[in-house]
């Protein structure tokens, strides 16, 4: 046994428990908004305390806890934490990358170990919907900035004649919405295209539709409690999927709906995790996020649902693509492409 070997990966497990570990405290900051108070300007912990209302001892291990991370910085000649404009942006800004809502996520997927644990036993599965309401919550406040990004001004210019029919007034299918936040984008740019959103977990919709109220889009935006297998309307201009194609049990016959509703010059905007079609592309830190995700969340729901699949995070555009054409459509390409997305255009 090499000792050094040993040596280099206790270095890796002592860097990833202590991530684990402040998760919790990153999640703390977030619901207590502490980095948005930090975001105003640098504080001792007492000036920390008087700013945000909270127990000067937690702030205190809080604060040097995120400092030991580089979440915050520290100056040892006044005292003060602060944050620097990138990582204010970063943790701060709801309209920013919003890390912090991913560690929302990672506990609430979390709290589900013995059933997931105890899954890996019988082969049964577990739904989105039997998560801590953490997890829903969590995946539309990390998931929207990236989608206010890319949505509006790069993934929807990137399909052929689809900006032009969105503008003149479209309809559009936007299924597994969550609570609605890309329905909403595309209601706000598009004022005279309507946005039927759909989801089986009608926690969310119930979410979804207090969201649409209170921004004024209900007239343009409407939801609806069901399955991408099974929900209403024909005809449509344009059926969106947003990360979750890969969590169906029955993607194919989900692909088939949307073959069936689309208008016949009709376009399928598919948006799924970034993969690799051999597991050595994947093996990397964004592969082992979604690995991990996947393995609480993605496969257990595609194995609680009747079709058989269970496609996982890590998919692949081969895999996608088989899905595609078993049900049906004879068009189907990479239209654009982030660091953590591959967007698809899909027609009849």
């Given at each position: 046994?090499?000792?050094?070997?040993?040596?280099?990966?206790?270095?890796?497990?002592?860097?990833?428990?202590?991530?684990?570990?402040?998760?919790?405290?990153?999640?703390?900051?977030?619901?207590?908004?502490?980095?948005?108070?930090?975001?105003?300007?640098?504080?001792?912990?007492?000036?920390?305390?008087?700013?945000?209302?909270?127990?000067?001892?937690?702030?205190?291990?809080?604060?040097?806890?995120?400092?030991?991370?580089?979440?915050?910085?520290?100056?040892?000649?006044?005292?003060?934490?602060?944050?620097?404009?990138?990582?204010?942006?970063?943790?701060?800004?709801?309209?920013?990358?919003?890390?912090?809502?991913?560690?929302?996520?990672?506990?609430?997927?979390?709290?589900?170990?013995?059933?997931?644990?105890?899954?890996?036993?019988?082969?049964?599965?577990?739904?989105?919907?039997?998560?801590?309401?953490d997890?829903?919550?969590?995946?539309?406040?990390?998931?929207?900035?990236?989608?206010?990004?890319?949505?509006?001004?790069?993934?929807?210019?990137?399909?052929?004649?689809?900006?032009?029919?969105?503008?003149?007034?479209?309809?559009?299918?936007?299924?597994?919405?969550?609570?609605?936040?890309?329905?909403m984008?595309?209601?706000q740019?598009?004022?005279?295209?309507?946005?039927?959103?759909?989801?089986?977990h009608?926690?969310?919709?119930?979410?979804?539709?207090?969201?649409?109220a209170?921004?004024?889009?209900?007239?343009?935006?409407t939801?609806?409690?069901?399955?991408?297998?099974?929900?209403?309307?024909?005809?449509?201009?344009?059926?969106?999927?947003?990360?979750?194609?890969?969590?169906?049990?029955?993607?194919?016959?989900?692909?088939?709906?949307?073959?069936?509703?689309?208008?016949?010059?009709?376009?399928?905007?598919?948006?799924?995790?970034?993969?690799?079609?051999?597991?050595?592309?994947?093996?990397?830190?964004?592969?082992?996020?979604?690995?991990?995700?996947?393995t609480?969340?993605?496969?257990?729901?595609?194995?609680?649902q009747?079709?058989?699949?269970?496609?996982?995070?890590?998919?692949?555009?081969?895999?996608?693509?088989?899905?595609?054409?078993?049900?049906?459509?004879?068009?189907?390409?990479?239209?654009?492409?982030?660091?953590?997305?591959?967007?698809?255009?899909?027609?009849?």
């Open positions: 046994m090499d000792q050094d070997k040993v040596t280099e990966f206790l270095g890796r497990f002592v860097s990833d428990l202590a991530a684990t570990d402040a998760a919790g405290s990153v999640v703390v900051g977030h619901r207590l908004g502490l980095y948005r108070a930090l975001a105003q300007g640098p504080a001792t912990p007492e000036q920390f305390a008087e700013r945000t209302g909270c127990h000067l001892r937690y702030l205190i291990e809080w604060l040097r806890g995120q400092a030991a991370g580089g979440y915050v910085g520290y100056d040892p000649a006044t005292g003060e934490f602060s944050l620097s404009e990138e990582q204010a942006f970063c943790l701060a800004d709801p309209n920013g990358p919003n890390v912090a809502a991913a560690f929302l996520i990672s506990l609430g997927m979390l709290r589900a170990e013995p059933r997931i644990t105890e899954a890996f036993r019988t082969g049964a599965g577990v739904g989105w919907h039997e998560h801590h309401d997890v829903a919550v969590g995946c539309d406040a990390f998931f929207r900035p990236g989608y206010v990004a890319a949505l509006i001004p790069s993934w929807i210019p990137a399909l052929d004649g689809v900006d032009a029919k969105l503008t003149a007034g479209a309809r559009v299918a936007d299924l597994g919405c969550g609570l609605g936040s890309t329905s984008l595309l209601a740019a598009y004022p005279r295209t309507t946005v039927v959103g759909s989801d089986y009608a926690e969310s919709i119930e979410l979804a539709l207090k969201r649409a209170e921004a004024g889009v209900t007239d343009r935006v939801f609806e409690v069901t399955t991408a297998q099974t929900f209403t309307g024909e005809n449509y201009d344009l059926v969106t999927m947003f990360d979750c194609l890969h969590d169906m049990g029955d993607p194919i016959g989900a692909a088939r709906r949307v073959r069936q509703a689309l208008a016949p010059d009709g376009t399928w905007l598919l948006v799924e995790p970034y993969a690799a079609d051999a597991v050595e592309g994947n093996l990397n830190p964004v592969g082992r996020l979604y690995y991990s995700a996947s609480f969340l993605c496969v257990p729901n595609g194995l609680s009747p079709g058989g699949y269970a496609l996982g995070a890590q998919a692949g555009e081969s895999a996608v693509r088989q899905v595609i054409t078993d049900a049906g459509f004879t068009r189907f390409r990479r239209a654009a492409q982030t660091p953590f997305n591959l967007v698809y255009e899909v027609r009849p």
